[in-house]
């Protein structure tokens, strides 16, 4: 009954969907796998796809490898969908890679069109930088962009301003150039407005030192005033301002009454010469 049960390990590594050329190929000694990100059937294959090429090709690994190692950066459904093809089905790398874009060909992030470009605008208060990470996304969901095509869509796509006109007056030659523009200029605005806020909390620290100072500082009670009676104010009589020289108003005037004496003495009644 042993000799008759297969291994399932002994299965797995006889049953790869390989030309014999490439399971039969020497792997060099001195040849290391790069890191790369696996593959569980859920994201886009064409990212996985493009990103393990890049890196066999900087390595300059031959054709059998790119086919053989490919198996590592998959993991559970993944793996076991190209564990699953039908032995000897897959001749070369290209083959293998068409293989698998066709069946995860649903998880393909669609692009979005050129025309969508139009639909970007750097709002009302945002920032140049905040503008820029936004507009640099929302490109690369499109695919093969014009190099001037690019440059007339950001350049509109800007709030008008000092950018704006010097994009205008002096086209870039290139969408790079433009870019490049931008992004110093973005560095800039960032550091006018952290110097402003430097500037404006430093004068209103030294504000808020000065009135606290103030404030900490204790006040004399106040006593209650006391008036004295010799500071009461003095009220004169009113005298007109006379309208003629004194000697003149001394002339004009009657004589004095005569003293008390006197008055009595003529105001005394007669005697009766009969009495």
Known sequence: MEGRTKSPGRTLLTALPFFSEIMSYKVPGDFKFPEQATFNGSGDPREHLLSYQAKMQVLGVQDPIMC??????????????????????????????DRFMSHYVANIKPQKDLTHLGDVHQEEGESLKTYLARWKKEIQSIEEVED???????????RSGQLYRDLRDNRPATYAEAIHMANERANTEQAMK????????????????????????????????VRRPYDRPVIHPYRPTPQHPVHEIQAAAPPPPPPIEERVANEEPARDPAS
Do not use: D, M
């Open 194 to 225: 952290h110097k402003r806020q430097r500037e404006v909390g430093g004068s209103a620290s030294g504000k808020r030192t000065r009135v606290e100072t103030k404030e900490r500082r204790p006040e004399a009670p106040r006593q209650p005033e």
């Open 68 to 97: 053989r190692a490919f198996l590592p950066t998959l993991k559970r459904p993944a793996q076991r969908w190209l564990v699953a093809l039908p032995p000897g089905s897959i001749r070369n790398f290209e083959e293998l890679a």
């Open 148 to 158: 001037q095509t690019a440059l007339t869509f950001f350049i509109e796509s800007l």
